[in-house]
């Protein structure tokens, strides 16, 4: 019933950016947390940020000052910006999605991802 509809991932080289983008649809209320992780092959998938309605953020030590995520509450859209892109940030990144920030981190929805690529 619930849908998470990704897009914006591609192949970039070093220092270049991506906007990616997550669109919700089906679910009965509007989320209060949204987010991202991503997965490179071979290590765990790891949060990337997320975001609550009200604006409060959280980002991975390793993207702050480069990825901005943001939130349209009334649509259940998020997006992540990223910005000087380096190539530990390749992998398969995930929107994810849940009524409040407990629910996102243990049993959320979840897309099906898209394909983050930074070359050298």
């Known amino acids: 019933q619930v849908q998470l509809a990704e897009s914006g991932g591609g192949l970039v080289q070093a220092g270049g950016s991506l906007r990616l983008s997550c669109v919700a649809s089906?679910?009965?209320?509007?989320?209060?947390?949204m987010g991202w992780y991503r997965q490179a092959p071979g290590k765990e998938r790891e949060l990337v940020a997320y975001?609550?309605?009200?604006?409060?953020?959280n980002y991975a030590d390793s993207v702050k000052g480069r990825f901005t995520i943001s939130k349209e509450n009334a649509r259940n859209t998020v997006y992540l910006q990223m910005n000087s892109l380096k190539p530990e940030d390749t992998g398969v990144y995930y929107c994810?999605?849940?009524?409040?920030?407990?629910?996102?981190?243990?049993?959320?929805?979840w897309g099906q991802g898209t394909q983050v690529t930074v070359s050298s």
């Open positions: 994810a999605a849940g009524l409040n920030r407990q629910i996102m981190a243990h049993s959320p929805y």
């Open positions: 089906g679910s009965r209320h509007s989320f209060n947390a």
């Open positions: 975001i609550l309605t009200g604006g409060i953020t």
